[in-house]
Every structure is written in structure tokens, then in C-alpha cells.
């Protein structure tokens, strides 16, 4: 019965998966969905690939998966990927079964698989990964994955203890998660490689695990990143496996060392974020037995997606493009410092404002830090979406002089109320549910730009 239960829910997915390809729809959550309905082990059914990673984390997930998805197919490896669809369970299902056999087992060689916080519970009893990189654990939207203890408490619940967990040293909620037994492998960057920043409103981690005692920091990032100890106990921040000891911006290189080696690396992106992502992406890789020549060579021809960063010109305008997490205050702080610290004068910037922000708490504005953006170099400012003056009012509270502030409802207006005579150099920041949106921006962008350069 139950081997029918499976391959009645197998053709009813797969038959899905044909005609909305057909139609050309979105086919990467529908069928495992309805495979799910018909057969609730339907994952533990089928043959996973020789070797499964999961990759979560609040922030970071799609940015590592692309990335180790992209090296992994340039080394010749066969990969099943779900970054471009659903992380859920559906999601997953959809994934494994566009990639097998008609009995469900596995053609590809690796997956990779992005998996939600919250949906570990009913991923990982069903496919048991190899490998689980996690890149950090932040509070998020209090829909979503609300608090790092409670997230902390799913996965350290649902990851078994025979998977390798690559974790990230300078997140103590990150470092101390998975079972003790876990093979573990800890990554991070050197204390030479950016500065101390401005102190965070958010601290998630602030007694030792082990004693009850306060933490000492020896040095904080951003957030709970950074190093810290117990007073009290030997407790302290994990020394990391492989570590970014260096960054050269002019010449566009990073310095990684691990087991004794000193390696070079294309620098992809210096937003710290992303060191973290890169960090943490060649510890996997050099976990799973490639080699350097194999991940830096791909490196050098590797890109982060144009839906997550872009940067382009249009007449005088120089136009970026950037993911910025909606309704995550840490993912957002973290994008505000960026853009602040970038070189340049007379910069604006302007929120392609997330419509589901309307129907959820405005609080998550209030743990993010708007103060990055009190900067010089920023001269406009431009709040949109049905929050817009939400923010106006959190950008006020952070002391931002409101005459650089303009405010709409219209997510897709940006453009329209921007004054293209004061800054030259715009960037557009917008959720992972408003790429529409934004491009709509973009365009409106270019065209403002060439107008300006012809007339
Ligand atoms: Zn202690």
C-alpha cells in the first residue's frame, strides 16, 4: 500500500511538473506539494543524491547555495538545486523529484539544497544531509522565524548526528548549534579584516551557555557577530577551521588560511556579508574533498546573481542594485552600513518598499539601525511601499535631517519623486518579493538617466 501511496503521488507530481512547464508557470512548489498531500513520507520515498548539503541560516542561504551550485557545475559535478524556487518542504520535494528517475532515485550526483529554518523539522528526518552549512542564526520577522533561541531549538532538534556541520565561529548562536556529536567545522574572519563597528541595538547572545554568566566581548561586528567569552568559565567563541586573514580591495583578493595553507581568492563582493558567504562556501568545498585550484579557479569566474546585486550606468547616473532583506532588521542594518561606507558624495537611496510589510508589525524597524544612514555622503532618502512613513518616522528618530526624506505609497513611484540633479548615485534597495517591483525602478532609472545625458 504504501509503495503505492508513493508512486501514485510520483505520477500525480510529475504530471503537474509536465503542464506547468508547459504553460511556462513557476513549477518548483506545486508538485512536491501535491506529492506531499498524497504521501506524507514522500520524501523519505525517494533515493537522494550520493551527497546531500543543506545549506540555512536567517541571511545568506540563496547567496551560499547559488554559489556552491555555480563551483560545483563548473568542476563537472551533476547537481540538484532549489535556490531559484521553494525552501520549504514542498519546495524540496520539487527539486529531488525534477531530478529523478521515475522510481525516485536520485540522477545527480549532489544536492544542494537551501532549507528554511523552521522547516528542518520536516526535512531532514526524510533527507538526512551529509553536509549542513549554517551561516549565521538572526533574529528575524516575528511571522517568519521571530527569535534565535527558537530557531536554535528546531534545528538543534532535527539535525542528526551524523551530519557535518560547517558553521560559522563568530556567531555564537550559529557556532553552538547541532547536536554535540556533530563532526564539526567552524569558519570566520580574522580581527585585521574590518573594523569595529557602531554598537548594535541587538545582542541575542549575551550569557555563557555553559555557567549563566555574563559574556565578555572581545570584539563585535555587527549584532552578535564577533568574538566573545565567559569570565566566569572556559567558555569562549569557537577558533575557526578556516579563516579571511586579509582583504585586498585594489586588487580584488581575499587571503584565506586553514590547516597551515595561506590560499588566494577572487573578491566577489566585500560586503561583509558575503565574506562570511565566501568563507564559509570554501570550507564546505574543501570539506568535501575539491580542491583549492578547483574552488579559486571558479571564483574568478563567479558572480553574485543579478537579482541579489547589479550595478549599471545610465548617462551620469551610476544605478546599484540590492537585495536588502525586507522585515530582517540585521539584513537591512547590515546593507545600510555598506551603502554609508561606499566611497562617493550625494548618494540616494531609495526603498522599493515590501507590500506584505503592511499586513505585519512595523516593530522589526525599531531593532534595525537607521542611524548608518545619518551619513554624509547619503542626500536623499526615499521611503516607499504602505510603510513608507513608518520609516519616515524611524529615519527621524535616528536623527536624519528630514529635508533629504520623500515618501510614497507606490513601491514602483522611487523613480518619480527622486531629484535627479542632486545625486548621481543611486542605490535601490528592495526585498526578495519586490524584484518586480525594483526593476520597474531600474527602468524608470536608466531612462531618467539617458534623458538627462541627451538633453
Ligand atoms: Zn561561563
Redesign the pocket.
Known sequence: MKKVRFFFAMLSARFLLYVLKLLGRNATFLPGKIALKIDKDFLGELTPPKTVIAVTGTNGKTTVSNLLNSILLKNNYTVTNNSLGSNVQAGVATALLADSTFTGKAKKEIAVLEVDERSSLRIYPYIKPDYLICNNIMRDSLARNAHTEFISYIINKSVPSTTKVILNADDLVCASLAPDNCERVYFGLGIDTQHEEAPSYLQDIVY?P??G?SLTPEYIRYSHIGRLH?S??S?SSPEPDFVITQIDRENNAFTLQHHGKSEQYNLINDNIVNLYNFCGVIALLTTIGLSYEQISSAFESTKIVKTRYDKLSAGKLTITMQLSKGQNPTACARCFSYVAKLPGKNKAIIFVGDDFEASESPCWFFDSNYSYLNDASINQIIFTGPRSKDQYLRAQIAGIDTDKIRISCDSKSGADILDIEKSMDIYVLYGPYMVKEANIVKQKLIQLGNEESVS
Request: charged share 10%; net charge negative.
Open positions: 555563557c555553559d555557567c554568566a565567559c566566569n568559565c567558555f
